[in-house]
Structure formats: structure tokens, C-alpha cells
Nanobody, 115 residues
Framework: QVQLVESGGGLVQPGGSLRLSCAAS????????MGWYRQGPGKQRELVAD???????NYADSVKGRFTISRDNAKNTVYLQMNSLKPEDTALYYC?????????WGQGTQVTVSS
């Protein structure tokens, strides 16, 4: 099993930045895929960015050039650096891990972009 704990959400003005963190309960070096999803008000959960073995990354078109996913294996932590935030980025952000054929989710961290 993998437990995931997100942090770093909050209220930020348009154009601002936030960095989300996802701490895993086991070594992320052996986890196949780690990623970030989000669910905005009245919307379905969608992929924001993920990182696969070999550090291959994938981003939603809506965040390309603004968000960056990264990992620190020594800290068993995955990050999502979010720059140039827009009101439409407002959502509950979830960390996800794909491991041994199972999907694991964190509890989510709220990001609100508003002036």
C-alpha cells in the first residue's frame, strides 16, 4: 500500500504561484507513476501532470508551460510547481500513485485563485 499526503494549497491571486507537495509512505523510486489530478467545482477529476519511470512527464494542455512536476526520491516526495495561476485553476488537487496495479489517492489540497 501507499499513503499519500498533500500539502501546499491555499488562496492566491491570479498570476501568482504555489508549490504543492505530496509525501508518500514508501519509496517513490519503485512507484511506476506519480501524478497530480484536480477537480474543479462542478467538473470531473482531470489529469494535471504525471511522471513515469525514467522521469517521463506528461501535462494537460491547459497547464503546459505554467506547471512543473518534479520528484525528490530521497524525501519520497513529488512536487507540483504552479506558476501564472488563473482563476480556472481553482480546484481540489489530488496526488496519485500507480503501484503494483493499484491506484492510490491522497485526501486532496484546495487551491483557490481569486483576487
Amino acid at each position: 500500500q501507499v499513503q499519500l499526503v498533500e500539502s501546499g494549497g491555499g488562496l492566491v491571486q491570479p498570476g501568482g504561484s504555489l508549490r504543492l507537495s505530496c509525501a508518500a509512505s514508501r519509496s517513490i523510486f519503485i512507484i511506476n507513476t506519480m501524478g497530480w489530478y484536480r477537480q474543479g467545482p462542478g467538473k470531473q477529476r482531470e489529469l494535471v501532470a504525471d511522471m513515469r519511470s525514467g522521469d517521463t512527464t506528461n501535462y494537460a494542455d491547459s497547464v503546459k508551460g505554467r506547471f512543473t512536476i518534479s520528484r525528490d526520491n530521497a524525501k519520497n516526495t513529488v512536487y507540483l510547481q504552479m506558476n501564472s495561476l488563473k482563476p480556472e485553476d481553482t480546484a481540489l488537487y489530488y496526488c496519485n500513485a500507480g503501484f503494483m496495479g493499484m491506484n492510490y489517492w491522497g485526501q486532496g489540497t484546495q487551491v483557490t485563485v481569486s483576487s
